[in-house]
Each structure stands twice: as structure tokens, then as C-alpha cells.
């Protein structure tokens, strides 16, 4: 019994399904990875470009924890994990963009590639954030996007700006002529915008423990000084959230919320005034060599088929594993060669590359 979950198991959950949802989007030096099933994003930044490999931006165990969510007229809405939304992902190649929609309102997140002040290719996103009222009546309307950071967590201060340490719970508002901050371990960072010139910006940025804000019901009561480590919420776990502060919306009208994310660069984004349209660079693809680890990436082919074939084999196991029984040698490789034929399929919901 144990070799059959090694075998099929392994083979179908592992290499499958922890990849069914994730749509990556590959740039210059970044990588914006959307799991389409709960509608978030993360970004990896190369940092080796010979070896091309990839270290995380964001907290990366669990992408639930960088999330956008609104305040409707008292009430939170998490994007992603809440029915009243409908969630579609829709865009060109390089600019995906996630739409939520209700009866009331659509929320529309779209991501395309910058360069940053000293960047040769692009090494980060911009996020713009829109949000429009359908509703006949008034909607008092704000948004919020948390981002868990964490390279800088074990580092006192655990952020910085382009003007200041921030190592206690910190709120930067539009009279700040700060323009960028900085999360950053021994060998990276990630660098977020402020306010960017040319665009309506967040109101205000707060940097505090995560817990304390993700379990807030949209803002977090301000405590100047407090600690990133205050009990009883988690320790060594900063983040920092952007506000869209809330406002009365008529229907038909929109607001917008720009953010910039990249690696850290010390000349910040500054080098990037012209952002419409974004920088855009080809994806470079290697050809002579294939890479020693398989990566696989989204497309939206033939989607149901496939997912409806992955339910029938993990059916078929489930019976062998209530049953007490054991397949035979000729049902377990008619099963790896249906997972085989998944993953080699042209134009399937997998796609190796």
C-alpha cells in the first residue's frame, strides 16, 4: 500500500496539482506568479543569472497572506475568498490582470513589467488597482493591499525608507517626501513605492505586525512605536499594507490605487517616470540546454479535460486504498502514462517548457 501512494501520489499530487492553479508571467529578472484559484499573486526575483534561479519576494509557504480586500459600507470583502465576488483572470501575456466582480462593485488588479531606477531589464511590477461602483445608491468605498514581507525580519530595522530606519509600527502618509521603502536580508530586497508621481495614490502606508493587521477589520488603530514582536501577536512578522482611505462613490465612478514592486535598487524608481505604456521585455527562453528542473506554467487550453481525467486516476486510487487491494503492474503504468500524456499534451492545461 505504501508503494502505491509513492508511486501515484507522488507522481499526481506533488508534480501536478501543487502547479494546476499557479500562472507564471516571466520578465527580464522577475517572475509574477498568479494562483488563479484564490486570485493572488508573488514575485521572485533572479537572483542568479547563470543558474537562473529565483528567490522569493513575498512570504512564499503561503500565498493567502499578501491579499487586496475592500470596505463597503462597513463590511470587508477579501478578494479571493469571499462568494459575493465572481473572480476572472484575463489579460495579454504581459499584463495579466485579476478581475473581481459583484453586483455592486468590480474591483480590477492589472500587473505589468517596470524597470527600476539603474535596471538594464525589468525587475519588478506595477499593480493598478481599480476599483468602480455599480451600485444605484452611494457606496462609501476604501481598499486595502497587505503585502507579507519577510526578508527583512531577522534585520533591526526591519524596513527602511530612501530617507529613514523603520523598526517600530510606522504610518507614512501623502505629506511624506519619502519615495520608496526597503525590506531587505544579506543578499536582496524588495522595494515598494510610496507615491507615484502621475497617478492617485495609496492615502497612506502602514507598517506593523502582520497578524495584527491581517485580523483587523480594515484599519489597524494606529500605536506609534509599537513593536513589530507585540504579544500576543505573532513575532518577527512585519508587514506593510497600502490604504485607498474610504470615500462616498456614485455609480459609474472609479478610483485607482498604483503600487510599485520590485527588487531593491538604490536609486529606487526614480530612473522610471513614463509608465504608460510599461517598459516591456521579451521573455528569454533557453533552448540549447534544458533546464535541470522541470518548471511548469499555466495556459488556458484544455483545462476541464484534463482536470476531469486527474479526478478519474485519483478516484481509481481512493478505491484501491478503501478497498485494501492492490493494482496490478498493468493498471499502475496505464495510470502513470495518463499523467505522462497530461504533462507532454501540446495545448494542455500543463504545459512544460
Not at 501515484?8 to 499557479?22: H, K, P
Not at 533572479?46 to 537562473?52: L, P, Q, S
Not at 478516484?315 to 478503501?322: F, G, L, R
Request: hydrophobic letters at 40%.
Amino acid at each position: 500500500m505504501v508503494d502505491i501512494r509513492k508511486l501515484v501520489f507522488t507522481l499526481l499530487l506533488t508534480a501536478v496539482f501543487s502547479n494546476l492553479y499557479s500562472a507564471e508571467y516571466v520578465d527580464g529578472r522577475i517572475k509574477l506568479v498568479i494562483d488563479e484559484k484564490i486570485c493572488r499573486f508573488s514575485l521572485y526575483y533572479m537572483t542568479d543569472v547563470e543558474k537562473r534561479i529565483y528567490e522569493p519576494l513575498f512570504w512564499e509557504k503561503d500565498k493567502r497572506t499578501s491579499l487586496l480586500s475592500l470596505y463597503v459600507n462597513d463590511k470587508e470583502y477579501t478578494m479571493g475568498s469571499n462568494s459575493e465576488f465572481r473572480m476572472i483572470v484575463r489579460g495579454e501575456k504581459n499584463r495579466p490582470t485579476l478581475v473581481f466582480e459583484s453586483k455592486f462593485l468590480t474591483v480590477i488588479e492589472e500587473f505589468s513589467f517596470i524597470r527600476t531606477a539603474s535596471s538594464g531589464v525589468s525587475n519588478g511590477v506595477r499593480v493598478d488597482i481599480r476599483v468602480e461602483s455599480w451600485s444605484p445608491g452611494i457606496l462609501n468605498v476604501g481598499a486595502r493591499l497587505l503585502i507579507d514581507t519577510f526578508l527583512g525580519e531577522r534585520n533591526i530595522p526591519s524596513f527602511r525608507t530612501n530617507l529613514r530606519p523603520i523598526s517600530v509600527e510606522t504610518i507614512i502618509d501623502k505629506t511624506s517626501p519619502e519615495q520608496f521603502w526597503v525590506s531587505r536580508n544579506n543578499d536582496y530586497g524588495l522595494m515598494g513605492s510610496i507615491f507615484v508621481e502621475g497617478t492617485e495614490s495609496p492615502d497612506f502606508l502602514q507598517f506593523a505586525n502582520w497578524r495584527r493587521m491581517k485580523s483587523a477589520r480594515y484599519k489597524v488603530e494606529y500605536v506609534p512605536g509599537r513593536s513589530f514582536n507585540y504579544m500576543p501577536f505573532s513575532v518577527k512578522d512585519a508587514a506593510v499594507c497600502y490604504f485607498l482611505d474610504v470615500k462616498p462613490m456614485k455609480r459609474f465612478e472609479q478610483r485607482v490605487m498604483t503600487v510599485l514592486l520590485a527588487a531593491e535598487d538604490e536609486y529606487g524608481f526614480s530612473g522610471e517616470k513614463e509608465y504608460v505604456p510599461p517598459v516591456i521585455f521579451p521573455v528569454i527562453v533557453e533552448t540549447e540546454k534544458p533546464e535541470p528542473k522541470r518548471r511548469l506554467t499555466l495556459t488556458h487550453g484544455a483545462m476541464n479535460v484534463d482536470v476531469t481525467a486527474l479526478r478519474e486516476i485519483v478516484n481509481k486510487v481512493d478505491e484501491y486504498i478503501y478497498a485494501g487491494k492492490t493494482p496490478s503492474e498493468e493498471e499502475l503504468k496505464s495510470m502513470e502514462a495518463a499523467i505522462d500524456a497530461i504533462n507532454a499534451r501540446s495545448g494542455s492545461a500543463l504545459n512544460i517548457f
